[in-house]
């Protein structure tokens, strides 16, 4: 199927950057969406950012002007620039992938392949 990685997160003070990233791999046929969220204790999880295989992005309002997602479809990877972070965006970041892959001898779709997650930390 697919398999997801996350990597990037940390520990950064307020007003600093980070740069996350994740890897999808598998018998992947076509990745048709990329989703960041993060979940932070005691909250729900909440969508961040997503992209789509068209390059079409979309934004929480909280990120906004602060995050950018793109992706690099050759490298079946998406990335989430971060900057301006503050103790808000302190969560587990994980990705989500919405695709297309291999399955014996057919293509099948699912939207609901993660990662294990990576922990971003904003110290004020």
């Known amino acids: 199927q697919v398999q997801l990685v996350e990597s990037g997160g940390g520990l950064v003070q307020a007003g600093g950057t980070l740069r996350l990233s994740c890897a999808a791999s598998g018998r992947i046929f076509r990745i048709n969406r990329m989703d960041w969220y993060r979940q932070a204790p005691g909250k729900q999880r909440e969508l961040v950012a997503g992209i789509t295989s068209g390059d079409n992005t979309n934004y929480a309002d909280s990120v906004k002007g602060r995050f950018t997602i793109s992706r690099d479809n050759a490298e079946n990877t998406v990335y989430l620039q971060m900057n301006r972070l503050n103790s808000e965006d302190t969560a587990v970041y994980y990705c989500?992938?919405?695709?297309?892959?291999?399955?014996?001898?057919?293509?099948?779709?699912?939207?609901?392949?993660w990662g294990q997650g990576t922990q971003v930390t904003v110290s004020s």
């Open positions: 989500n992938a919405d695709a297309t892959y291999l399955s014996g001898a057919y293509y099948r779709n699912r939207n609901d392949f």
